[in-house]
Structure formats: C-alpha cells, structure tokens
C-alpha cells in the first residue's frame, strides 16, 4: 500500500480566495485522484490526474474551477478558485495500485466563510 | 451521473447483532470494492470482487458481488463497537470508471 500525505490538513478561507491543496505519495504511482466529500456524504469524483497530461475531469467540475497540477509521478495539487461557502468541503487525493485498489490521504478539510 | 445505491443509509445495532449494507447498480460491473471510513478518516480499502457470484470472508465480515455483477453485499456477524463507521461501495464500470456508491452509517451500541 502506499503512504500519502496532504497539506494543509484543514483551511478555513474567505469567498472569492483561492487554496491549493498538496498531495504526495511515497512511491511512483500513474494515477492519482481527487475527491470531494461533503459532511455525511458520499465521495464525488472531481478529476484523474496522470503525469504529462492533462487532467481529465468529471461531470460538474470544470479546469478553471479545479485546476490540477501533474508535475511527477509522486506529487499532484488541486487548487479550489474563487471559492465560495458551497465549497466547503473534505477534498481526498488517493492513488491507485496495479490492481485498482485505492489508497487515500488525510484529506484536507475546508471552510470558506 | 450514474450512481451506485447503498441501502440502508443508516443502521443502529446493538453490540453482537448482525448487520448488512446492500449495493446496487443499474448497469453491469467490471468489479466492486469496499471501503469503511471511520468517524473523522479517511476510506480505508477492504476488499475487491471480480467475478459472479463471488464470496469473500474477513474473519466477521462476508462480502458478495451477485451474479448478474449489479449488486453486493457487505455482512458483518456479532458486531463490536470497532465496527462503527461509514461503509462504502465502490463500483469500477467498465472503462475504468470508478463510482463511489452512497454509503451506509453503522452504529453499534454498546
């Protein structure tokens, strides 16, 4: 399995800023994941990210809204722009092993005020 | 988009009752997972089910993708208060599309 940790763990942000969001993984890994997940609620798919190329992202989230960076096989960010209260939310990046088991981080808890 | 059903969304059992969360979806799958999330975690991988039919065991825990691969089932024998949490369904269509269904909330009173 693979160890991974996310910064910040927790933001609290005022409407209109933006946060970038860290993942990093202990070992080269293709795929990398990001997720939503609002208080008692499922996870929400926002993109796949895979080293050198762009982000592929899923219905209701947009680039301009979540850009996400890809710059090696152990590191990606989301970034949240322009936020708004309705984007307070755990966002999760997980990776994924050789046999689609997935591993997640902490998570980063974010309030926007 | 599709999504992947969890019935109940909440169950409250007492200590040493069993427990059941049924997944369901509309369209074939490739395979299905289960994750559990405690209070304040993150999901944390249990298993993965490939074939009809197939049935898995975790000492307490019987987990079963139906043989039509549209429906699981996670099955919990004589409940501990460490089995509280969130447990998840994960359903990877084919294309390697990966669905999280809507969970189910497990309480165990002591």
């Known amino acids: 399995s693979a160890v991974i940790s996310q910064k910040p763990s927790r933001d609290i942000c005022q409407r209109g800023t933006s946060l970038t969001i860290q993942c990093q993984v202990d070992?080269?890994?293709?795929?990398m994941f990001w997720y939503r997940q609002q208080p008692g609620q499922s996870l929400t798919l926002i993109a796949t990210?895979?080293?050198?190329?762009?982000?592929?992202?899923e219905s209701g989230f947009v680039i301009d809204k979540f850009p996400i960076s890809r710059p090696n096989l152990t590191f990606s960010t989301l970034t949240v722009s322009n936020m708004s209260p309705e984007d307070s939310s755990i966002y999760l990046c997980?990776?994924?092993?050789?046999?689609?088991?997935?591993?997640f981080g902490p998570g980063t808890r974010l309030t926007v005020t | 988009g599709q999504q992947v059903m969890q019935i109940p969304q909440y169950q409250h059992v007492q200590e040493g009752e069993d427990f059941t969360t049924y997944c369901n979806s509309s369209?074939?799958?490739?395979?299905i997972q289960w994750y559990k999330q405690r209070p304040g975690g993150h999901p944390v991988f249990l298993i993965q089910?490939?074939?009809?039919?197939e049935v898995k065991k975790q000492k307490r825990l019987t987990f079963q993708f139906g043989e039509a691969k549209k429906n699981s089932s996670l099955h919990i024998t004589a409940t501990q208060t460490t089995d509280v949490g969130t447990y998840f369904c994960?359903?990877?269509?084919?294309?390697?599309?990966?669905?999280f269904g809507t969970g189910t909330s497990l309480t165990v009173i002591p």
């Open positions: 990210a895979n080293q050198g190329s762009e982000a592929t992202y």
């Open positions: 070992s080269q890994v293709t795929m």
């Open positions: 994960a359903a990877i269509r084919t294309g390697n599309q990966f669905y």
């Open positions: 369209t074939t799958l490739s395979n």
């Open positions: 997980s990776v994924e092993s050789a046999d689609y088991e997935q591993y």
């Open positions: 089910l490939v074939k009809s039919g």
